[in-house]
């Protein structure tokens, strides 16, 4: 009996390595009556950047499991009580759990989802000071200078505060709205030498994160002077912000200042910012 169900293991097992057009395992050919119920999987992701991932599945009338780890490595077989620790690389992934009843060859399968962060991104190259490594901007030509406070506002380099798969940034940049500040406090960042907006860079945008949602304004300072305002809509999270500079082609900037609730009166907020872009959608 032990080498039928061997036998039809390695059957199944040859099945499951085979994708489906969603790219997953298709066990429904083994889904009969007697399946276990009630299946579920355990996952604790370490918070360590080792990427180690615990999974436990669990089911009523289980004998064993057959797990999709999601990241194209083998598939893993352990019986019922057992567990998998597993090493991801930083991403999102989706894995499989399949579980085989005690007396019977029925099945029945649960997805489970969670983020990894193995390791947060060190900026080397495209920063607002390669010194540092404070900052990755990014526009067009990688512009390396350094932001000026004006009005009493406080800004350094630190580490980001909620790295995520929106932000995997090491290293982001610190915006304090200082008590006693003006009301019009901004940063300054001038270019070396002036950007033209075109067709192929006409999108100005930047992550930010705060505690409390924020309007962001951007003075854009060149040929012309027009300013434009966006704001978060999410607190706790990295939100990517967008301006639209697609009106101003033809016209070039020669600096920009960077203001956090322009005109409200400084509280000590903190917000955070990083990955400044000025390119195509």
Same mark, same amino acid.
């Given at each position: 009996?032990? @080498?039928?169900k061997? #036998?039809i293991?390695?059957f199944v097992t /040859?099945?499951?390595?085979?994708?489906?057009?969603d790219?997953?395992? =298709?066990?429904?050919?083994?889904?009969?009556?007697?399946?276990?119920?009630?299946?579920?999987?355990?996952?604790?992701?370490?918070?360590?950047?080792?990427?180690?991932?615990?999974?436990?599945?669990?089911?009523?009338g289980?004998e064993?499991? #057959?797990?999709? #780890?999601?990241?194209?490595?083998?598939?893993?077989?352990?019986? $019922?009580?057992?567990?998998i620790?597993h090493?991801?690389?930083?991403?999102?992934?989706?894995?499989?759990?399949? /579980?085989?009843? $005690?007396?019977?060859?029925?099945s029945?399968?649960?997805?489970?989802?969670?983020?990894?962060?193995? $390791?947060?991104?060190?900026e $080397?190259?495209q920063?607002?000071d390669g010194?540092?490594g404070?900052?990755n901007?990014?526009?067009?030509? &990688?512009?390396?200078?350094?932001?000026t406070p004006?009005?009493?506002?406080?800004?350094?380099?630190?580490?980001?505060?909620?790295l995520?798969?929106?932000? &995997?940034?090491?290293?982001?940049q610190e915006v304090?709205?200082?008590s006693?500040?003006t009301?019009f406090?901004s940063l @300054?960042t001038?270019?070396?030498?002036?950007?033209?907006i075109?067709?192929?860079? =006409?999108?100005f945008?930047?992550?930010?994160?705060?505690?409390q949602?924020?309007?962001?304004n951007?003075l854009?300072v060149?040929?012309?002077?027009?300013?434009?305002?966006?704001?978060t809509?999410?607190?706790?999270?990295?939100?990517?912000l967008?301006?639209?500079l697609?009106?101003?082609h033809?016209?070039?900037?020669s600096?920009?200042?960077?203001?956090f609730?322009?005109?409200?009166?400084?509280?000590?907020?903190?917000?955070?910012?990083?990955?400044?872009q @000025?390119? /195509?959608e």
């Amino acid at each position: 009996m032990r @080498l039928i169900k061997i #036998l039809i293991l390695i059957f199944v097992t /040859a099945i499951l390595n085979s994708c489906d057009s969603d790219g997953l395992r =298709d066990t429904s050919f083994a889904d009969f009556s007697k399946a276990p119920t009630n299946v579920g999987v355990m996952t604790k992701v370490s918070t360590d950047f080792s990427g180690s991932v615990q999974i436990i599945p669990y089911a009523d009338g289980a004998e064993f499991f #057959l797990i999709d #780890l999601g990241d194209g490595s083998a598939i893993q077989e352990i019986s $019922t009580g057992n567990e998998i620790n597993h090493i991801y690389e930083t991403g999102q992934y989706e894995i499989k759990v399949v /579980a085989f009843s $005690t007396n019977d060859i029925g099945s029945n399968e649960i997805l489970d989802s969670f983020f990894v962060l193995s $390791t947060c991104q060190t900026e $080397t190259e495209q920063n607002i000071d390669g010194n540092t490594g404070a900052l990755n901007i990014s526009v067009v030509n &990688i512009f390396k200078n350094t932001f000026t406070p004006i009005g009493g506002l406080t800004t350094r380099a630190t580490n980001n505060p909620a790295l995520s798969l929106s932000n &995997i940034s090491c290293n982001v940049q610190e915006v304090v709205r200082t008590s006693g500040c003006t009301a019009f406090a901004s940063l @300054l960042t001038s270019f070396s030498s002036p950007f033209s907006i075109s067709e192929e860079s =006409d999108t100005f945008s930047l992550d930010v994160y705060g505690e409390q949602t924020v309007n962001v304004n951007v003075l854009f300072v060149g040929t012309d002077i027009f300013d434009i305002t966006q704001s978060t809509t999410i607190s706790g999270e990295w939100q990517r912000l967008s301006y639209d500079l697609s009106a101003h082609h033809g016209s070039s900037i020669s600096r920009i200042l960077i203001y956090f609730d322009k005109g409200e009166i400084c509280d000590d907020s903190v917000y955070y910012f990083d990955n400044i872009q @000025l390119l /195509a959608e």
